[in-house]
């Protein structure tokens, strides 16, 4: 199973960005998906979570600004970042809870490579 993220990059304060993430490979069922994020010295911390019935969670830091959304058809996971400000640099990784077959009794959890995302001042 493969998690690849996409939509990082620069942008100004203020400003809003939209990560996507989707999994491939050999993939019977998703549960949960969220999202993570590690600042420079800092230590990896969690942002958000989407089980796959939709229901959410948020960090304190994130919350009403940060929406976490998916879709199950493209087993895709979506991080729609609005008022961003410095604070939000980071390097962002999806994560995601997979069944690779029916019979597998616990899901496997698997991350992504990381996308950048810098927010200037």
């Known amino acids: 199973v493969q998690l690849v993220e996409s939509g990082g990059g620069l942008v100004q304060a203020g400003g809003s960005l939209r990560l996507s993430c989707a999994a491939s490979?050999?993939?019977?069922?998703?549960?949960?998906m969220g999202w993570y994020r590690q600042a420079p010295g800092k230590q990896r911390e969690w942002v958000t979570t989407?089980?796959?019935?939709?229901?959410?969670n948020y960090a304190d830091s994130v919350k009403g600004r940060f929406t976490v959304s998916r879709d199950n058809t493209k087993n895709t996971v979506y991080l729609q970042m609005n008022s961003l400000n410095p604070e939000d640099t980071a390097v962002y990784y999806c994560?995601?809870?997979?069944?690779?077959?029916?019979?597998?009794?616990?899901?496997?959890?698997?991350w992504g490579q990381g996308t950048q995302v810098t927010v200037s001042s």
């Open positions: 994560n995601a809870d997979v069944k690779s077959t029916r019979v597998q009794f616990k899901p496997r959890n698997y």
């Open positions: 490979g050999s993939i019977f069922s998703i549960s949960a």
């Open positions: 989407i089980t796959s019935g939709g229901s959410t």
